[in-house]
């Protein structure tokens, strides 16, 4: 069975602050934890070396450019993400990575980015939308929120 939307934590990669502010706001007004939100995809893959979540959010173009090594690192985690970009992708373009993966088109509804991050979830199977599976003392740790606008 996989995680349940009410009990994942998801982690925001987002380059604009009112859009974090409004994503954060709402995924916690439907159950999500919020992990970390950062700018930066060298402050997220920093995070990811010590910290887990169980799905992302994931813009294409964070303050340090393409966010597709983030997403490398996500998939080498195990860590299901949907993209949410104004950006479309393009093959010849983008970087293969985001070719796995939804993408949801800014600006959005909110009901939208909750629907993709559950299917996200549901996609995942159990071992990816469970962090115990991976770090089975990730839940007894107090970890503090890591925000980052680097």
């Known amino acids: 069975m996989t995680k349940k939307l009410e009990l994942a934590s998801v982690l925001i990669l987002e380059n604009e602050e009112l859009i974090v502010l409004d994503v954060e706001n709402y995924l916690q007004l439907t159950g999500y ?4 939100s950062f700018s930066s995809g060298a402050a997220a893959i920093e995070w990811l070396k010590a910290h887990r979540a169980d799905v992302a959010l994931l813009d294409i173009m964070l303050r340090d ?6 997403a490398r690192a996500l998939e080498q985690c195990g860590i299901p993400f949907v993209v949410h970009s104004t950006h479309t992708y393009e093959a010849d373009v983008h970087d293969p990575v985001f070719s796995r993966t939804r993408w949801i088109s800014k600006p959005s509804c ?39 606008q680097a």
């Open 33 to 36: 934890d919020i992990a970390g």
């Open 65 to 70: 450019g393409e966010s597709a090594k983030v």
């Open 110 to 148: 909110p009901d939208e980015v909750i629907a993709a991050l559950r299917y996200a979830l549901y996609q995942s199977g159990p071992e990816a939308a469970d962090t115990a599976d991976h770090n089975p003392d990730q839940r007894e740790q107090d970890v503090p929120r890591a925000s980052q």
